[in-house]
């Protein structure tokens, strides 16, 4: 579905749904089951952990942007299951912190896939992102910038979601997420890192393929998700101290 969306409606469904629904979830999960979780914790924990592992295994062998951030995104909500799977004040915290760094990564990263085109529309062949760092070398780094972000390199908003994540889930006890998330971390790190290397090491494919010039909005949008990713990469204290003042009104 992803794929055959237009790019405005898959970045919407991306990030704005994700965002919507594991609010309902943390609201469900930490309110009306608050005192069964017992009955639920086991399936949740299988959930987390088999969301993550699919999610990163599909996203290696897709061979359309859109269709790896799909998969990507599955792997992703894996990781915001395992901070609702911790059941404490910092596995909220850190619950909403993925979600506002993920939504943001997101925005901008389907903001740029909109403007890789040809004469058809948009462009979803990997193959021919070949080179792109050659051809509009701001547009490719602030791509490879958000990918990082979606893997957990240090430096950017994904690597604190990720910590978080990973702490709330070690203080809890749930060992087994822990690895599973790692682990998945891994692997989304490979195909992450390969549409890197393909940007930035092979040669630009001469088939038509180009890049639109961006509409103000557009270079709005993807700038202001830039600056953002980057900021809660190095300086994350605001807004975390924020949200452990705030999220107790989830409950």
């Known amino acids: 579905m992803y794929q055959g969306s237009p790019t405005a409606i898959t970045g919407f469904m991306a990030a704005a749904t994700k965002v919507a629904a594991f609010g309902a979830i943390l609201r469900i999960f930490y309110v009306a089951f608050a005192n069964a979780e017992w009955q639920w914790m086991p399936a ?53 912190f993925y979600l506002f760094a993920y939504g943001v990564a997101t925005v901008g990263t389907f903001g740029i896939v909109s403007l890789i085109r040809d004469s058809s529309g948009e462009v979803g062949d990997l193959n021919r992102w070949s080179g792109l760092g050659k051809r509009s070398p701001l547009l490719a780094s602030t791509f490879a910038f958000f990918l990082l972000a979606f893997a957990g390199i240090p430096l950017t908003s994904g690597f604190i979601g990720k910590f978080s994540i990973f702490s709330a889930a070690y203080e809890s006890g749930n060992t087994s997420i ?40 557009t270079t709005i949008t993807i700038t202001i998700s830039a600056v953002i990713t980057l900021i809660l990469g190095v300086f994350p204290a605001p807004l975390i101290d924020f949200i452990a003042s705030t999220a107790f009104f989830t409950r």
């Open 178 to 217: 822990l690895i599973a998330g790692v682990l998945s971390s891994a692997v989304a790190a490979f195909f992450y890192i390969r549409v890197i290397v393909l940007m930035f090491f092979k040669d630009p494919v001469e088939d038509g393929t180009s890049v639109l010039i961006p509409s103000a909005l």
């Open 44 to 96: 949740l924990v299988i959930i987390s952990i088999i969301t993550m592992a699919f999610g990163s295994i599909v996203a290696i062998t897709q061979r359309d942007v859109k269709r790896m951030l799909a998969y990507s995104s599955i792997a992703h909500a894996g990781f915001l299951l395992a901070g609702v799977i911790a059941l404490s004040k910092s596995g909220l915290d850190a619950s909403i």
